[in-house]
Structures are given as C-alpha cells and as structure tokens.
Nanobody, 122 residues
Framework: EVQLVESGGALVQAGGSLRLSCAAS????????IGWFRQVPGKEREGVAC????????YYADSVKGRFTISSDNAKHTVYLHMNSLKPEGTAIYYC???????????????RGQGTQVTISS
C-alpha cells in the first residue's frame, strides 16, 4: 500500500522556522520525484518545491525561493521541507505528493498525502 505521511505542521509566528517531513512507503522511492504543495480551502493549490530522488535535483516556486529548502533522506524514504522566514500568507495545509515524472507531479501526481496544517501568525 502506497503511503505518504506528512508531519511537523504547527502554529508559528511570522519570521519563524518549521521543518515538515514526508515519510513515503509502498513504492520505489528512488524512482520518484517528491513535491510539497500547499492549499488554502477555496483556493487553488500551489506547488512549493520538489526534489528528484534519483539525482537530487530541486525546484522551488518563486514565492519561497531563498527561504525554503527541500531535502531527501533516501535511506529513510523521507523528504523534508525546511521553512524559514515564514510569512502569514503561507498559512495552509501542506501536503507531499509523488510521481515518476516531474511534469505529472506538478499537474496530477500519482500519490499524495493527507497534509499537515501550518498556521503562521502575524
């Protein structure tokens, strides 16, 4: 059974930091790209960052570039999102998703988790 389980969401003050984790199981981790997305109810989801488990290549949305870092521990099948200088507009449900193709990951990923709530107070 494929599972993506996020953790680490919390209530933090603006300017603070948080690390989210995405634990993956049930598929060949090294063959997939893993991405982090965020969504506010009633709004479109936003792709935040993604990483290729095979070569470590990364991509970031302009809105988080320089503040967020995505990393992968292939031995633990876990992808992390390190978030610094958090802003109130970043309040959302953050979830991770996986797909073998980067384009598909961004558009319609094979797998996604349930998400973890991140709330940033001003």
């Amino acid at each position: 059974e494929v599972q993506l389980v996020e953790s680490g969401g919390a209530l933090v003050q603006a300017g603070g930091s948080l690390r989210l984790s995405c634990a993956a199981s049930g598929f060949s981790f090294d063959d997939y790209a893993i991405g982090w997305f965020r969504q506010v109810p009633g709004k479109e989801r936003e792709g935040v960052a993604c990483i290729s488990s095979s070569d470590g290549g990364t991509y970031y949305a302009d809105s988080v570039k320089g503040r967020f870092t995505i990393s992968s521990d292939n031995a633990k099948h876990t992808v992390y999102l390190h978030m610094n200088s958090l802003k109130p507009e970043g309040t959302a449900i953050y979830y991770c998703a996986a797909d073998q193709l980067l384009l598909s990951l961004w558009v319609s990923p094979n797998y996604r988790g349930q998400g973890t709530q991140v709330t940033i107070s001003s």
